[in-house]
Every structure is written in structure tokens, then in C-alpha cells.
């Protein structure tokens, strides 16, 4: 679909004061926080609400959940390092440097698929095998729930990313600044996907 068709997706909007894709994408992100907002508000209701030991039941230590501040710890500096190179590829756009811009999406790419492997290979398949299922414990259970929502919204940004850095690229060449727009609000995806994990880091590593 062309420029033409969409209005203001260059230019701002009159009444908003931001083009249309940036507008969309801020209401789309206000539905993402009241969702994870809700699920963090469960973990902390159950957590508080849960007995004390020796019952079953009873809200598992931090040795008991075999989380590794370490693990956790890396991820969450390389989707912040991710932060980083997302902001470097717009900014590199908006100077009109298309092949450093790509450069940097490719190194967001990369990072994204490394939070990806390392959550899979270290946490989830050795917690597995290990009998740590969702059905263990409601600890277990919010964990899976969080961090995989979490998981599929990283994987969703590689697809975007990715689409943008191969046939979406072609954008650039028919119109530089919606190109660059796009990747603007791919970045606010981005950025959110990452303040929620700095969220959960803390919660579910270091509590």
C-alpha cells in the first residue's frame, strides 16, 4: 500500500501532533502494558497470598526455583545492549546512512537471538527435563506464563526486524522517511519489550 493511501505516514497529524504509525503504535502499547500489568498484579497477589511452608503450596524459596541471577542477569544486559543499537540504526537512518543503519538492525537481530537461545538452552530445556513444569507450582506456572508471553513478544520483534531488514528494505529506496518511520516504531516496540524484561529480571531472579 503507498504513501498515498495511508495519510500522514510521513508527516504529522494535525490534531496529534505524530504521524499515524507512531500513534498506532503508542495505543498498541498501551493495550501490552495493561496486559502484562495485569499478570504481574497476579504474580504479586499470589505471591503475597501464598501459605508459608511446610505447606505444599507455600511460595518457593529462591534456592527452590533454580534461577540463576547470572542467566538472567546476561540476558537482560544484552536486550538493554539491544536498546542501544535499535536507537543507533534510526539514528543512522535519519542521517540518510542506510547501510549503517542496517548494520545496526542486524546486530539488534543478532542480540534478540541470543536473549532467544540462551533463555531456551539454559532455563527452559534443563528446568524441563528437570521436572520444573508449569503444573509444579503456581510460582512455576506465572514464571512460564511470563517469561514466555515475554518470549513470543522477542520473537515477534525479530520477525518485524527481520522483514524490514529483507523484503521491507526496499521501502528505503521509494521513500526514505516513511522507511525510517517504520523502523521508529518498530523501535518503540522494541524498547518496550525491553523495559518489560528489566521488569521481570528483578521479580522473578532476585526476589
Request: charged content about 10%; glycine content about 10%.
Amino acid at each position: 500500500m503507498s504513501t498515498q493511501t495511508l495519510p500522514y505516514t510521513v508527516h504529522p497529524h494535525p490534531v496529534t501532533g505524530i504521524y499515524s504509525g507512531k500513534f498506532g503504535t503508542w495505543l498498541f502499547l498501551a493495550s501490552e502494558v495493561m496486559l502484562f500489568g495485569a499478570l504481574f498484579s497476579s504474580y504479586v497477589l499470589l505471591r503475597v497470598g501464598a501459605p508459608e511452608a511446610p505447606s505444599p503450596l507455600h511460595w518457593p524459596s529462591h534456592e527452590e526455583t533454580h534461577l540463576s541471577w547470572r542467566i538472567g542477569g546476561f540476558n537482560t544486559l544484552v536486550l538493554i545492549v539491544s536498546s542501544v543499537t535499535m536507537v543507533m540504526a534510526w539514528a543512522s537512518l535519519k542521517m540518510g546512512d542506510f547501510s549503517k543503519g542496517r548494520r545496526y538492525l542486524w546486530l539488534t537481530f543478532l542480540l534478540a537471538l541470543t536473549f532467544i537461545v540462551v533463555k531456551l538452552s539454559l532455563e527452559y530445556v534443563p528446568k524441563l527435563r528437570g521436572g520444573y513444569v508449569p503444573a509444579k507450582s503456581t510460582f512455576f506456572s506465572l514464571y512460564y506464563t511470563l517469561t514466555g508471553l515475554h518470549g513470543l513478544h522477542v520473537i515477534g520483534g525479530m520477525v518485524v526486524i527481520g522483514y524490514f531488514l529483507g523484503p521491507g528494505a526496499a521501502l528505503w529506496k521509494r521513500d526514505p522517511e516513511y522507511y525510517t518511520n517504520r523502523i521508529e516504531c518498530t523501535g518503540l516496540y522494541w524498547h518496550f519489550v525491553d523495559l518489560v524484561w528489566i521488569f521481570l529480571f528483578p521479580v522473578l531472579y532476585l526476589m
